[in-house]
């Protein structure tokens, strides 16, 4: 048994004996207020069943068809959990205008007062445990259920109220804190469905968040700017997109490295980043169109030929293009033949240089002299 079911499993069967205490205290001890709440403690069993269902299928791992987990009914689960309780908060406030309207009477009694005491002691230790695992966890539903805890204390708070106002002779009090208790209990409710919905919605993590994002990115030399930080929650867990601006002279393995850096420093920086999609740029796309007309293969085609026309010795080229600020660069890698003296070099470096330039395709040419053969 994973500590979170455990931690589900607690919460319901406390619901359970709470619920029948606080049906038993109401009735007996004459109290709206308690029976209102305890029908908000027997709603949180169809809650516990929903956080349990859902817990359980958002640890599910990754899978072919599921690339980033199962974490979504996980969210899914904690705005359902709010759903509930804003139908449970409302069905408390008519049962509470209900005994309004009947003015009964009836004072509550010492029953009353024990039950609804031991039930703001029971729920609020039920929601620090419960919050403590739904955190370590980085469990949502398990967060929202622990919250759920934490509104029964504040619906017993104010059951207790209305009861020690109504046993002073305010028999009044008592329904009227019943209907506190389901406003209580309604606000709970939605605070909890509207982050559910901002999850599911992909909303950007806050503020705070994403300035320390920009500080870490910052701490990176190699990072010349980042634009395009898009982050998300999936179960709990962050997903991290970034494009960095690297020295555009860098290779394919140098860019990767820093790619690398940024991922790593992020998420060691927060446990519940699940994951950061780092995109490489080596020019600002603001600046110049991002996508060139030419693919590397067509360069070489041209250089190739221009190339094979020069007599001197030649030998087979490394061509290595670039583009940069919408030009197309070729870094061309001579073998010449080692019998050729130093001036001849020269003369032929040039020529191929003034030859590749004349293709409409390729704005420079920048030759070095490859000397390993």
């Given at each position: 048994?994973?500590?979170?079911?455990?931690?589900?499993?607690?919460?319901?069967?406390?619901?359970?004996?709470?619920?029948?205490?606080?049906?038993?205290?109401?009735?007996?001890?004459?109290?709206?207020?308690?029976?209102a709440d305890a029908i908000?403690?027997?709603?949180?069993?169809?809650?516990?069943?929903?956080?349990?269902?859902?817990?359980?299928?958002?640890?599910?791992?990754?899978?072919?068809?599921?690339?980033?987990?199962?974490?979504?009914?996980?969210?899914?689960?904690?705005?359902?959990?709010?759903?509930?309780?804003?139908?449970?908060?409302?069905?408390?406030?008519?049962?509470?205008?209900?005994?309004?309207?009947?003015?009964?009477?009836?004072?509550?009694?010492?029953?009353?007062?024990?039950?609804?005491?031991?039930?703001?002691?029971?729920?609020?230790?039920?929601?620090?445990?419960?919050?403590?695992?739904?955190?370590?966890?980085?469990?949502?539903?398990?967060?929202?259920?622990?919250?759920?805890?934490?509104?029964?204390?504040?619906?017993?708070?104010?059951?207790?109220?209305?009861?020690?106002?109504?046993?002073?002779?305010?028999?009044?009090?008592?329904?009227?804190?019943?209907?506190?208790?389901?406003?209580?209990?309604?606000?709970?409710?939605?605070?909890?469905?509207?982050?559910?919905?901002?999850?599911?919605?992909?909303?950007?993590?806050?503020?705070?968040?994403?300035?320390?994002?920009?500080?870490?990115?910052?701490?990176?030399?190699?990072?010349?700017?980042?634009?395009?930080?898009?982050?998300?929650?999936?179960?709990?867990?962050?997903?991290?997109?970034v494009h960095i601006l690297?020295?555009?002279?860098?290779?394919?393995?140098?860019?990767?490295?820093?790619?690398?850096?940024?991922?790593?420093?992020?998420?060691?920086?927060?446990?519940?980043?699940?994951?950061?999609?780092?995109?490489?740029?080596?020019?600002?796309?603001?600046?110049?169109?991002?996508?060139?007309?030419?693919?590397?293969?067509?360069?070489?085609?041209?250089?190739?030929?221009?190339?094979?026309?020069?007599?001197?010795?030649?030998?087979?080229?490394?061509?290595?293009?670039?583009?940069?600020?919408?030009?197309?660069?070729?870094?061309?890698?001579?073998?010449?033949?080692?019998?050729?003296?130093?001036?001849?070099?020269?003369?032929?470096?040039?020529?191929?240089?003034?030859?590749?330039?004349?293709?409409?395709?390729?704005?420079?040419?920048?030759?070095?002299?490859?000397?390993?053969?």
């Amino acid at each position: 048994m994973t500590l979170g079911i455990k931690a589900i499993i607690i919460g319901a069967v406390a619901n359970l004996l709470l619920a029948a205490f606080k049906f038993v205290g109401g009735i007996l001890g004459n109290s709206v207020a308690l029976v209102a709440d305890a029908i908000h403690s027997l709603s949180d069993l169809v809650t516990d069943m929903i956080v349990l269902f859902t817990h359980r299928i958002g640890q599910i791992p990754q899978d072919k068809d599921h690339p980033y987990g199962h974490g979504r009914a996980e969210t899914i689960g904690a705005a359902v959990i709010g759903l509930f309780i804003i139908a449970t908060g409302i069905g408390v406030i008519y049962e509470t205008w209900q005994a309004i309207n009947e003015e009964s009477g009836r004072t509550p009694g010492l029953l009353a007062i024990i039950a609804a005491t031991l039930s703001i002691a029971i729920n609020e230790g039920l929601f620090h445990y419960t919050r403590r695992v739904g955190e370590a966890t980085q469990s949502p539903s398990l967060i929202a259920n622990a919250w759920h805890h934490r509104s029964d204390a504040i619906s017993s708070i104010a059951a207790l109220i209305g009861i020690i106002g109504a046993g002073q002779g305010f028999p009044f009090m008592d329904p009227l804190a019943g209907a506190i208790v389901g406003g209580m209990i309604v606000k709970v409710g939605i605070d909890i469905t509207r982050q559910g919905v901002r999850d599911l919605m992909d909303t950007a993590l806050s503020d705070e968040h994403t300035r320390e994002f920009h500080t870490i990115l910052k701490a990176i030399p190699e990072v010349l700017h980042f634009h395009d930080l898009r982050s998300r929650v999936i179960g709990g867990e962050f997903l991290i997109d970034v494009h960095i601006l690297v020295d555009p002279e860098m290779t394919v393995t140098e860019g990767h490295r820093v790619a690398e850096i940024v991922r790593r420093n992020l998420i060691k920086a927060f446990d519940n980043i699940q994951d950061v999609l780092v995109h490489v740029d080596g020019e600002s796309d603001a600046e110049v169109e991002a996508i060139y007309p030419i693919t590397r293969k067509e360069l070489i085609e041209i250089a190739q030929p221009l190339i094979s026309e020069l007599k001197g010795g030649i030998l087979q080229p490394e061509i290595r293009v670039h583009h940069i600020k919408g030009k197309n660069i070729l870094d061309v890698f001579l073998k010449i033949d080692s019998k050729l003296n130093m001036e001849d070099t020269r003369d032929l470096v040039a020529n191929v240089k003034s030859k590749l330039e004349t293709a409409p395709q390729i704005d420079q040419a920048r030759l070095f002299l490859d000397l390993n053969s």
